[in-house]
T-cell receptor, first 116, second 112 residues
Framework: GAVVSQHPSRVICKSGTSVKIECRSL??????MFWYRQFPKQSLMLMAT?????????EQGVEKDKFLINHASLTLSTLTVTSAHPEDSSFYIC????????????FGSGTRLTVV | QQQVKQSPQSLIVQKGGISIINCAYE??????FPWYQQFPGKGPALLIA?????SEKKEGRFTISFNKSAKQFSLHIMDSQPGDSATYFC???????????FGQGTTLQVKP
């Protein structure tokens, strides 16, 4: 079946540095990818939608300059957390819309970001 | 605005019992209703999904019941097993926006 690979699975960074998270669709082309953020024991909150070759669409309240999204190819989307601070520590999950049809969404395994 | 409301927040069921999780939605533009299972430290995995033109869908021990007029849907896990212990999320999708909106989640514990 469709697989979305997300890396790294866990990252610890110092406050003020930037971190890049990669999301790759394996064996299928993902026209649209989504990025979610999940705090402990909470639900997934949609951060942004990225379409290959165009600018990402951010949800209300999400800082575009802090969370940079690039979807340069049909198999790769990246999320860069810029000038990270401890409050950015969270579980970030990507999702790709792909070969299962318009309603097929496959999720990555998530990235645990800890900013110290 | 919480567009998909899920209950209960947590659920404890004995092995072999039936686990029932309920969701309600507001936006009539939603046209796809999936359920996801998530284990700690992992991304959610699709369990089962239903379209609004169907009132029930069954896959193995998992059944979705859908009530379009009430704008409610539920997940039934029959013969619950300890391995089913996880967090379950209902979700709703609008084909127009392509955005998947999640419920608050239900932590299920199945006791042996």
């Amino acid at each position: 079946g469709a697989v979305v690979s997300q890396h790294p699975s866990r990252v610890i960074c110092k406050s003020g540095t930037s971190v890049k998270i990669e999301c790759r669709s394996l064996d299928f082309q993902a026209t649209t990818m989504f990025w979610y953020r999940q705090f402990p024991k909470q639900s997934l909150m949609l951060m942004a939608t990225s379409n290959e070759g165009s600018k990402a669409t951010y949800e209300q309240g999400v800082e575009k300059d802090k969370f940079l999204i690039n979807h340069a190819s049909l198999t790769l989307s990246t999320l860069t957390v810029t000038s990270a601070h401890p409050e950015d520590s969270s579980f970030y999950i990507c999702s790709a819309r792909g070969p299962l049809g318009d309603y097929g969404y496959t999720f990555g395994s998530g990235t645990r970001l800890t900013v110290v | 605005q919480q567009q998909v409301k899920q209950s209960p927040q947590s659920l404890i069921v004995q092995k072999g019992g039936i686990s029932i999780i309920n969701c309600a939605y507001e936006n009539t533009a939603f046209d796809y209703f999936p359920w996801y299972q998530q284990f700690p430290g992992k991304g959610p995995a699709l369990l089962i999904a239903i379209r609004p033109d169907v009132s029930e869908k069954k896959e193995g021990r998992f059944t979705i019941s859908f009530n379009k007029s009430a704008k409610q849907f539920s997940l039934h896990i029959m013969d619950s097993q300890p391995g089913d212990s996880a967090t379950y999320f209902c979700a709703a999708l609008s084909g127009n926006t392509g955005k998947l909106i999640f419920g608050q989640g239900t932590t299920l514990q199945v006791k042996p």
